[in-house]
Nanobody, 125 residues
Framework: QVQPVESGGGFVQPGGSLRLSCTASGSTFGGYGVAWFRQAPGKDREFVASTRWSGGNAYYADSVKGRFFISKDRAISAVILQMNSLEPEDTAVYYC??????????????????WGQGTQVTVSS
């Protein structure tokens, strides 16, 4: 069992960048897939990006491709979401989640069963 813990949210102007970090409290992500989801006010939670701790492809929502990048910092056992060229539409609470998805479910909420509390990202001028 892992408990994801997010950090790095905040306020940024359009066009700016933020770096979110997700660590596994009391454990590591070894053997797990790790994903970022987000939920904007009044909207359903949506997939952003995912990767496997062991390696392999990264997966992205179309809305963030080319702007967001998911990676692993093994030195601190964290999954990083680097967010560039941020837009007001990226404003949301960002959640980190861990699970054991298969290739076809790397984007699916149902494949992840450990969730963090979320971190707020606000993009505004």
């Amino acid at each position: 069992q892992v408990q994801p813990v997010e950090s790095g949210g905040g306020f940024v102007q359009p066009g700016g960048s933020l770096r979110l970090s997700c660590t596994a409290s009391g454990s590591t992500f070894g053997g797990y897939g790790v994903a970022w989801f987000r939920q904007a006010p009044g909207k359903d939670r949506e997939f952003v990006a995912s990767t496997r701790w062991s390696g392999g492809n990264a997966y992205y929502a179309d809305s963030v491709k080319g702007r967001f990048f998911i990676s692993k910092d093994r030195a601190i056992s964290a999954v990083i979401l680097q967010m560039n060229s941020l837009e007001p539409e990226d404003t949301a609470v960002y959640y980190c989640a861990a699970g054991r998805p298969i290739a076809s479910t790397m984007h699916a909420e149902s494949a992840y069963y450990y969730w963090g509390q979320g971190t707020q990202v606000t993009v505004s001028s």
